[in-house]
Nanobody, 121 residues
Framework: QVQLVESGGGLVQAGGSLSLSCTASGLTFSSYGMAWFRQAPGNEREFVGAITWTGDRTYYADSVKGRFTISRDNAKNTVYLQMNSLKPEDTADYYC??????????????WGQGTQVIVSS
């Protein structure tokens, strides 16, 4: 059974930083591209960024480029999302996903349950 478990969410002031982790089990982690999505209340889920299975390439939404960094440790079956210079509009539930590489939900086969990030102004 595949499981993706996110952690690291919480409350942070605007301009601050937060680091999310997603640990996978039940799959060959190093064979999967990994991504982060987010969904704010009342909004559709949106792509944040993705990383290839080797970690050699990363892709980001324009809204987070230069502020967020995705990395992975295949030895630990974990993908990370380092979020800096956070803005109130970054407030959302953040989800990790495993699958191919792309900005769409259907590019991914497995999803975590999400972790909440709240950025106060």
């Amino acid at each position: 059974q595949v499981q993706l478990v996110e952690s690291g969410g919480g409350l942070v002031q605007a301009g601050g930083s937060l680091s999310l982790s997603c640990t996978a089990s039940g799959l060959t982690f190093s064979s999967y591209g990994m991504a982060w999505f987010r969904q704010a209340p009342g909004n559709e889920r949106e792509f944040v960024g993705a990383i290839t299975w080797t970690g050699d390439r990363t892709y980001y939404a324009d809204s987070v480029k230069g502020r967020f960094t995705i990395s992975r440790d295949n030895a630990k079956n974990t993908v990370y999302l380092q979020m800096n210079s956070l803005k109130p509009e970054d407030t959302a539930d953040y989800y990790c996903a495993a699958g191919g590489i792309g900005p769409l939900d259907l590019d991914y086969d497995y999803w975590g349950q999400g972790t909440q990030v709240i950025v106060s102004s």
